[in-house]
């Protein structure tokens, strides 16, 4: 029996229409709160969408959870800015092209500086996809510059490096104080090799794509031990006929299996009394804010995963786990 | 118009069956004469089978074509070696478990050096899929250095690196002089940013997987100038349904395409007049073999490339190219 405390992933895509109605149930079972993506279409860039798609998405939920907003960066206001604060947890930053939904995202990021430190006046924090637009495999690398130039300049300001997937990423979190970092459940657990090593793996394909096994190693110390890394699953839905297709996207439906699997890595390295840690307390501090009360009670008990959830084939399915949400 | 004496794909997949009747037309077209793979279900391991396995493509060319049989390596008898010689032109070797139907591959690399011996004295090449069982992006470095000890065990023993991928196996073409290698068409235009850079691609999906940009670069240097480089395309078709799938197989079918695809690319590298020493006359040297004679004729004219063939999906399907095979 494993008792979490407000558990919280602090990055999913919930998506819209039928698609939220089918996935947000899922993270809501799991979790008391969760940071929820603005990268629909078109993105969420006014203070009326994000109240528009908050209602939706509680009514899609079907039980006590609390989506935290975020906005699609663009140049903004400070009115626009001020009228958002009070409904929003931060501001995603998108380079433009980079993953799904994200071409309306910011091709020049020195034209971000005006917004930022509006943001870090308001004390709004910045959630980037840290990717330029290099090779793939050096993309997070090549724009973890960007990041440490921002967080030089804008000291106050929080900046949250989205599903960090290499070393070189952690490592930015101790030398910038304001420079904090999501890690999702796949990265802790697959490499490279996974997804293109064997067969090629059209469901765990994702963006950041997963990187070398030194990288995973630098996630799971970081996931395990600190504190300015917390848990953001990145769940990101499709379905089938975009998964194994000529073009597969990039996303992996992981918030079925989130807590049950991260029990079972963390007890496999020996770490189980930090889960409450990584899922819930340092996201508390980086984001200085107070979660909903909820505890979520996982039990050790073997399940299996479904293999598709309607169009969607879920992370893991079909594996058994044995760690489960019970309550 | 561009006029090739003899060329030639120094290896290819014709698979079995109804999947051989598809695809050995289109090499038979392009090509006077293609070595062809061993690593059929169960593997090409005698010269009954290689007999066997050559009247089935001369049959199913349908036209004038010489396939050049392979065994598949593992350890020879003198005896058995000295009875396929005059049916095969080398053995190739493919490490267990890297690459379609490589199951029965080797998995100790020093068992090999008595078989090595043999084909040494035989004049017989070995010809190998050159990676380790690491991470993949590591694999085929990881491996050259058991490459270079055999080369240099084995003095006058001919080794073929086929579809070499990296910059470090081109380098290595240099420092042995029994050492050559096959380079694909693929290999020559992709990296793995067209593989998983944006969605991904089943269709591109091949072994090794595509390396980085510094690679592909030192690729097409080899292809232009290197005279130990040249064409084997790695052709090798499956089924559309083994490939928009959960596990996708790694392979390209770019038989119909090849020297269209070439033409266009040495011409655009500015090299056309390369191109003759690229598909022919550097394989004869390192073989040192005369191949069939026969001209085939490109000419300058746009064509489309079929979105399927049969069940097969062909490297730049849907694409306009601007040279065409016309006899």
Wanted: aromatic content about 8%.
């Amino acid at each position: 029996m494993l008792t979490l405390h407000s558990p919280l992933d602090m990055h999913v895509h919930l998506r819209q229409g039928d698609m939220l109605s089918l996935v947000a149930p899922h993270t809501a079972r799991s979790f008391a709160a969760a940071v929820v993506m603005p990268n629909l279409t078109p993105p969420v860039t006014t203070t009326a969408q994000v109240r528009e798609y908050r209602q939706a998405i509680i009514q899609a939920a079907g039980q006590p959870f609390t989506p935290l907003m975020t906005l699609f960066f663009r140049e903004y206001s400070r009115a626009e800015l001020e009228e958002a604060r009070p409904h929003v947890i931060g501001v995603k930053l998108y380079p433009a092209g980079m993953t799904t939904n994200s071409e309306a995202g910011l091709a020049d990021m020195d034209r971000a500086a005006p917004t930022l430190e509006i943001m870090e006046d308001l004390g709004l924090p910045l959630l980037v996809h840290g990717e330029g637009c290099g090779f793939v495999m050096d993309r997070e690398a090549e724009f973890l510059p960007v990041v440490e130039r921002w967080a030089r300049a804008f000291p106050k300001l929080r900046i949250v490096l989205e599903h960090v997937t290499t070393a070189a990423g952690v490592a930015l979190l101790d030398r910038r104080d304001n420079v904090f970092a999501t890690v999702t459940l796949h990265h802790l657990l697959i490499t490279l090799d996974d997804v293109i090593g064997g067969l090629m793996r059209p469901h765990l394909f994702c963006k950041p794509v997963a990187k070398r096994p030194e990288d995973r190693a630098a996630l799971r110390e970081a996931a395990l031990n600190h504190p300015k890394a917390f848990f953001g699953s990145d769940t990101a839905p499709h379905p089938v006929s975009a998964k194994e297709a000529p073009g597969c996207a990039a996303g992996i439906f992981s918030a079925p299996v989130a807590l049950p699997a991260l029990a079972a890595l963390f007890e496999e390295l020996g770490a189980l009394d930090r889960l409450q840690a990584f899922v819930s307390d340092r996201a508390r501090a980086a984001y200085g804010f107070v979660p909903p009360d909820r505890e979520v009670v996982l039990e050790r008990r073997e399940w299996t995963v479904p293999e598709r959830l309607g169009p969607v084939v879920p992370y893991l399915g079909g594996q058994t786990l044995n760690w489960k949400v019970v309550g």
